[in-house]
């Protein structure tokens, strides 16, 4: 079966070719108002930004959604989860006043933030999952009892999973950090040649897993939670996964939580992924990298697995961009994530996620 991805590119010579045009003619050629009922509580999955990250989602975009969705009768809130790691967003107080900073006001978006895990990020629900890692998954308890939902994803890189969309979206983004907790489950090593005891990592660590020793980080596995925090920000690359025994099962269980944050809503879900500033990070870094790609447009469909499928071909069908941290594949046809995290391969999560029942890694793209 061939799942339909609706497709807008930027060129633009009036106001009825406006992306907040498009955005919300995107909503009703993929179907997703269908997905709208009177009085859903509506749940609009949307990341934030870290403090210091500026390629997030512009929020007037956002508003194009939340008042189709109020248009159709719903009601919409604005929701995300607690980080695993320290930073702006690791309780709900100051994830709202984050999001608040970046744009996200009632003024401007037009709805109420929720920050569906709580406060401390336990307020999550158990669903039964009946996978190959998990039999059950926890997703927060704000998005497992929303009527609907609208995923709004910036499509960019992430140095584990490949690429960060929809999937990683419902994924991560729907789960409290205990569930996050039990997607990561790897464990980092550090090289120690490398390291010039900066002590940068040790700062950053949530779990308090480093320690500095003689001028060199060292690494308590008991206590590691497998975050990823330490090598954003290693300058030395002296902290490392070990790629080829823990990335694969990674992204599996992050396709089964991304299952499981669906779970009763497989006909009440739409998506729009946003191929716009495409970084090579996922905006949990508190920086925002040059992209490493040209701005290719906005795609929106029912399928979480073909908007991610369509979203990945179009990138990879751009040529690179000088000056960025893209160093190899710059060539169109090239995989454009692989050249920036040579250890990950995006197409993981597609095949997994239709091996799950997901959606459909075909698709027909069709140009509005």
């Known amino acids: 079966m061939?799942?339909?991805?609706?497709?807008?590119?930027?060129?633009?010579?009036?106001?009825?070719?406006?992306?907040?045009?498009?955005?919300?003619?995107?909503?009703?050629?993929?179907?997703?108002?269908?997905?709208?009922?009177?009085?859903?509580?509506?749940?609009?999955?949307?990341?934030?930004?870290?403090?210091?990250?500026?390629?997030?989602?512009?929020?007037?975009?956002?508003?194009?959604?939340?008042?189709?969705?109020?248009?159709?009768?719903?009601?919409?809130?604005?929701?995300?989860?607690?980080?695993?790691?320290?930073?702006?967003?690791?309780?709900?107080?100051?994830?709202?006043?984050?999001?608040?900073?970046?744009?996200?006001?009632?003024?401007?978006?037009?709805?109420?933030?929720?920050?569906?895990?709580?406060?401390?990020?336990?307020?999550?629900?158990?669903?039964?999952?009946?996978?190959?890692?998990?039999?059950?998954?926890?997703i927060a308890g704000d998005i497992a009892q929303a009527d609907s939902m609208v995923v709004i994803s910036h499509f960019k890189g992430h140095m584990l999973a490949g690429f960060g969309g929809a999937i990683k979206n419902l994924a991560m983004g729907c789960a409290p950090a205990r569930g996050k907790r039990e997607e990561h489950r790897a464990h980092t090593m550090v090289v120690e040649e490398r390291c010039r005891g900066c002590g940068n990592c040790v700062e950053v660590c949530?779990?308090?897993?480093?320690?500095?020793?003689?001028?060199?980080?060292?690494?308590?596995?008991?206590?590691?939670?497998?975050?990823?925090?330490?090598?954003?920000?290693?300058?030395?690359?002296?902290?490392?996964?070990?790629?080829?025994?823990?990335?694969?099962?990674?992204?599996?269980?992050?396709v089964e939580y991304a299952c499981g944050a669906l779970e009763g809503k497989r006909d009440r879900a739409g998506f729009f992924n946003f191929l716009l500033s495409i970084t090579p990070d996922c905006d949990c870094v508190p920086w925002s990298d040059a992209p490493i790609v040209p701005d290719i447009g906005i795609l929106a469909s029912l399928d979480p697995v073909a908007i991610d499928a369509a979203s990945l071909d179009l990138v990879n069908k751009q040529a690179g961009l000088a000056g960025s941290l893209l160093q190899s594949h710059r060539r169109p046809g090239e995989d454009k994530f692989g050249g920036v995290w040579p250890h990950t391969d995006g197409s993981l999560q597609l095949s997994y996620a239709e091996e799950c029942g997901l959606g459909e890694r075909a698709y027909r793209l069709v140009e509005i």
């Open 2 to 138: 061939t799942a339909d991805v609706f497709f807008a590119g930027l060129r633009a010579r009036g106001d009825a070719e406006s992306r907040i045009a498009k955005i919300r003619r995107l909503f009703t050629a993929a179907g997703i108002d269908g997905c709208i009922r009177e009085r859903d509580l509506c749940a609009i999955k949307v990341h934030f930004g870290e403090r210091g990250c500026d390629t997030h989602v512009n929020p007037v975009y956002v508003r194009q959604v939340v008042d189709m969705v109020r248009a159709e009768g719903g009601r919409p809130f604005l929701t995300d989860t607690a980080t695993l790691y320290s930073g702006s967003r690791s309780n709900a107080v100051d994830h709202i006043a984050t999001a608040i900073g970046h744009g996200f006001d009632y003024s401007v978006v037009g709805a109420p933030i929720i920050i569906a895990d709580g406060l401390r990020s336990g307020h999550a629900v158990e669903v039964k999952a009946g996978r190959k890692h998990f039999d059950r998954v926890f």
């Open 206 to 254: 949530p779990a308090g897993a480093l320690s500095l020793e003689r001028e060199k980080v060292q690494l308590d596995r008991e206590r590691c939670i497998g975050c990823g925090e330490c090598m954003t920000v290693c300058l030395q690359s002296a902290i490392e996964f070990d790629w080829m025994v823990d990335i694969p099962p990674f992204v599996e269980r992050m």
